[in-house]
């Protein structure tokens, strides 16, 4: 099992930036694939971004080439780096953990980009 803590989200003008913090409450080095999901009022929640125990990533279409996710295991910490950001990045962000078959999240962080 692991707690999720996500932090720095926040109010921010189109093309500005944000880095958001996922902080686990066990060690993330025995944790498959982390990421990082988006819930807009209206619409289902989606991936943006996602890392592997290996250290793989992958992205969602919209968000490539501006979000970079990164991880620091000594931290038991992931991060997710928003850059050139756009209104419809507006969402809570969640961070998600898979061990095993298990999802795990947090509590989500507001991400509101204004134009």
């Known amino acids: 099992q692991v707690q999720l803590v996500e932090s720095g989200g926040g109010l921010v003008q189109a093309g500005g930036s944000l880095k958001l913090s996922c902080a686990a409450s066990r060690t993330i080095f025995s944790i498959n694939a982390m990421g990082w999901y988006r819930q807009a009022p209206g619409k289902q929640r989606e991936l943006v971004a996602a890392?592997?125990?290996?250290?793989?990533?992958n992205y969602a279409d919209s968000v490539k080439g501006r979000f970079a996710i990164s991880r620091d295991n000594a931290k038991n910490t992931v991060y997710l780096q928003m850059n050139s950001l756009k209104p419809e990045d507006t969402a809570v962000y969640y961070c998600n953990a898979v061990l095993g078959i298990m999802h795990y999240w947090g509590q989500g962080t507001q991400v509101t980009v204004s134009s």
């Open positions: 890392i592997t125990r290996g250290g793989s990533t």
